[in-house]
């Protein structure tokens, strides 16, 4: 079984509100990316990495990855115009015999060993799995107008998380019909494949606003303070 991370990081960061990609902003000593890149190199699981970066940047991302010796990293991918468009460059290159991919979001970096193992188990076993929560509040589906139009049973709503990770054939398949999404998970969906969950942890957050950087540190601290 052979299995390749893609890991996107070709996003704007406009909403981070700061010059620098936040890829590459510090978390507790190294940038954002390397938290990820970390994780995957040294999962025996995987075994390697397509990394999708912003076109201007990949001489910095081939930089980043020469100085910190992330070998498995066999490919960086110039992203395109959405998420989709940049997963589907970085499909567009997966090596001959891969079995799995795990597609995994670099602003991303507070992914746990175990949570990657569990998703991978499951993947293996049923073709498709993605960490998820479930949805703790109250949601209010509204109109255009704004009013609330319904109630939605919290019991059966789950929070996208990555990576996300599916048979190589379902996930090619699930591209080929050229639609656009927001996570791999709803083109799988369109195919009409099942897909299991694995719990997640609320620790692996997406970094999208400065708030987020300050809480990754403190989840960051409380992980060392627990060893």
């Known amino acids: ?26 978390l507790h000593g190294i940038p954002v990316l390397n938290w990820s890149l970390k994780l995957f190199c040294s999962c025996p699981l995987i075994d390697n990495i397509i990394l999708v970066v912003v076109p201007s ?19 960086i991918v110039a992203g395109g115009a959405s998420r989709t468009a940049s997963v589907r460059e970085a499909l567009a ?3 001959a ?8 979001d670099g602003a991303r970096p507070l992914l746990e060993k175990a949570q990657l193992l569990a998703v991978l188990a499951a993947a293996k076993k049923t073709g498709a799995a993605i960490l998820a929560e479930p949805v703790t509040d109250t949601i209010k589906q509204v109109d255009e107008a704004g009013h609330i139009v319904a109630t939605l049973p919290r019991e059966t709503l789950w929070q996208a998380q990555t990576p996300q990770v599916f048979r ?8 080929a019909q050229n639609l656009e999404a927001t996570d791999d998970a709803f083109l799988v969906e369109a195919l009409g494949q099942p897909i299991v969950i694995v719990p ?5 957050i997406k970094l999208t606003v400065p708030a987020d ?6 989840i960051i601290e ?6």
Do not use: Q
Not at 10 to 20: E, Q, V, W
Not at 168 to 175: L, P, V
Not at 213 to 218: C, G, K
């Open 93 to 95: 290159v997966l090596p």
């Open 1 to 26: 079984m052979t299995t390749t991370a893609i890991v996107v990081a070709a996003g704007s960061s406009s909403r981070m509100g700061t010059f620098d990609n936040k890829i590459y902003l510090n």
């Open 213 to 218: 950087l300050l809480l990754a540190e403190l």
């Open 57 to 75: 940047e990949k001489p910095r991302a081939a930089e980043l990855i020469k100085n910190n010796g992330f070998s498995k990293v066999t490919n």
């Open 222 to 227: 409380a992980r060392e303070g627990k060893k």
């Open 168 to 175: 190589a054939d379902i996930i090619k398949n699930a591209y």
């Open 200 to 204: 997640g942890e609320k620790d692996n």
């Open 97 to 104: 015999g891969c079995n799995l991919v795990a597609i995994h």
